[in-house]
T-cell receptor, first 114, second 115 residues
Framework: DGGITQSPKYLFRKEGQNVTLSCEQNLNHDAMYWYRQDPGQGLRLIYYSQIVNDFQKGDIAEGYSVSREKKESFPLTVTSAQKNPTAFYLCASSIWGSDKETQYFGPGTRLLVL | QQQVKQSPQSLIVQKGGISIINCAYE??????FPWYQQFPGKGPALLIAIRPDVSEKKEGRFTISFNKSAKQFSLHIMDSQPGDSATYFCAASTSQETSGSRLTFGEGTQLTVNP
């Protein structure tokens, strides 16, 4: 059963703590993305990766970091520098080719600050 | 130039009615316009998409109308059903990206279909 999995579903962060959100896909997609969703707002791009060991900043990368060591994995770390981390985080992936624009989303991780 | 503006922010329609959501863009390099549907607590799912070489695309009760000269596109949901109640996002991207694509999303429209 192919798809994108994100874990955990809920994550709690203490002040000054770094937390890592997991994103795994078994769709054999080349590109992966991280978005942040706040209530009443659209999705904003944090980071994206087109190939392994390469990634680019999106529109709101400050306070976040990523890695792409494997094609199927693209973890996101929310660092202590991100002062307002409470949001719904969505991971997505897309294929390279004629249908490359279609992004498929995971179920999301809701991050809350204690 | 990268913005996609979506309206209305919220929409309430009666069962069987037509729901219309509009989006406008500035970047003329955009050449792919998808609509995503999102239920509470879930990730968005692709609903329907259009490229600027056609003015309309229909899939079941969902239709995208595209006006290239006005740089606008809209989603029409015919015979709206309570199960259509969700948040809808328009988006746009350009094929100038070398791999994958950066989607620019609208702000979203929360649709409620009353029974």
């Amino acid at each position: 059963d192919g798809g994108i999995t994100q874990s955990p579903k809920y994550l709690f962060r203490k002040e000054g703590q770094n937390v890592t959100l997991s994103c795994e896909q078994n769709l054999n997609h080349d590109a992966m993305y991280w978005y942040r969703q706040d209530p009443g707002q659209g999705l904003r791009l944090i980071y994206y990766s087109q190939i392994v060991n390469d990634f680019q900043k999106g529109d709101i990368a400050e306070g976040y970091s990523v890695s792409r060591e494997k094609k199927e994995s693209f973890p996101l770390t929310v660092t202590s520098a991100q002062k307002n981390p409470t949001a719904f985080y969505l991971c997505a992936s897309s294929i390279w080719g004629s249908d490359k624009e279609t992004q498929y989303f995971g179920p999301g991780t809701r991050l809350l600050v204690l | 130039q990268q913005q996609v503006k979506q309206s209305p922010q919220s929409l309430i329609v009666q069962k069987g009615g037509i729901s219309i959501i509009n989006c406008a863009y500035e970047n003329t390099a955009f050449d792919y316009f998808p609509w995503y549907q999102q239920f509470p607590g879930k990730g968005p799912a692709l609903l329907i998409a259009i490229r600027p070489d056609v003015s309309e695309k229909k899939e079941g009760r969902f239709t995208i109308s595209f006006n290239k000269s006005a740089k606008q596109f809209s989603l029409h949901i015919m015979d709206s059903q309570p199960g259509d109640s969700a948040t809808y996002f328009c988006a746009a991207s350009t094929s100038q990206e070398t791999s994958g694509s950066r989607l620019t999303f609208g702000e979203g429209t929360q649709l409620t279909v009353n029974p």
